[in-house]
């Protein structure tokens, strides 16, 4: 099925580090969703995009809609250890209920 | 408010077998969606449920089937099992179809010997 490349697979970084991560796909979408999925645990919401161009924050995560249309993006501020997780993106088009999902970012704190 | 709930956790399965997964909704929530989740492919969507109807349906062979019932449950089902369907299968209730708030199950972990 058609899939979201999501990008970096993964990530390492330190406390308090800033992160950075992006999705794109060659079709265009007029819904953005990003995700988290923590260990034994389904995703869980974090930030809806309905808008191109729009920037929404949820606490320190920030998530901008691609002015193309095709792409998002996701940046964690100042991460602590329970930022852990895999972060997932996903997308809707017009004409489409089904979400598509990206293949995830796997983010790991280094103490 | 009690979340999604899907049983069993765990399963294991041989090759040939075929398995059922169960998964409860919140309550009131009377759309449920199944995805397949795999390590290289990620979420896949498998199909939706509404009022006991299948509304939408991914991209998965006919050995993959589901059904809702009047209590808004759902279960989905696994015929001939293959090495490839070792997967989490993860179920999603919401108040309405197509909805982006979404709320997933822990999943079920099948793993096929």
């Known amino acids: 099925g058609q899939q979201l490349n999501q990008s970096p697979q993964s990530m390492f970084i330190q406390e308090g580090e800033d992160v950075s991560m992006n999705c794109t796909s060659s079709s265009i979408f007029n819904t953005w969703l990003w995700y988290k999925q923590e260990p034994g645990e389904g995703p869980v919401l974090l930030i809806a995009l309905y808008k191109a161009g729009e920037l929404t924050s949820n606490g320190r995560l920030t998530a901008q809609f691609g002015i193309t249309r095709k792409d998002s993006f996701l940046n964690i501020s100042a991460s602590i250890p329970s930022d852990v997780g895999i972060y997932f993106c996903a997308g809707r088009n017009f004409g489409n209920e089904k979400l598509t999902f990206g293949t995830g970012t796997r983010l790991t704190i280094i103490p | 408010k009690a979340g999604v709930t899907q049983t069993p956790r765990y399963l294991i399965k041989t090759r040939g077998q075929q398995v059922t997964l169960s998964c409860s909704p919140i309550s009131g929530h009377r759309s449920v969606s199944w995805y397949q989740q795999t390590p290289g492919q990620g979420l896949q969507f498998l199909f939706e449920y509404f009022s006991e109807t299948q509304r939408n349906k991914g991209n998965f062979p006919g050995r993959f089937s589901g059904r809702q019932f009047s209590n808004s449950r759902s279960e989905m089902n696994v015929s001939t099992l293959e090495l490839g369907d070792s997967a989490l299968y993860l179920c999603?209730?919401?108040?309405?179809?197509?909805?982006?708030?979404?709320?997933f199950g822990p999943g079920t972990r099948l793993t096929v010997l």
């Open positions: 999603a209730s919401s108040l309405v179809p197509a909805s982006d708030e979404q709320f």
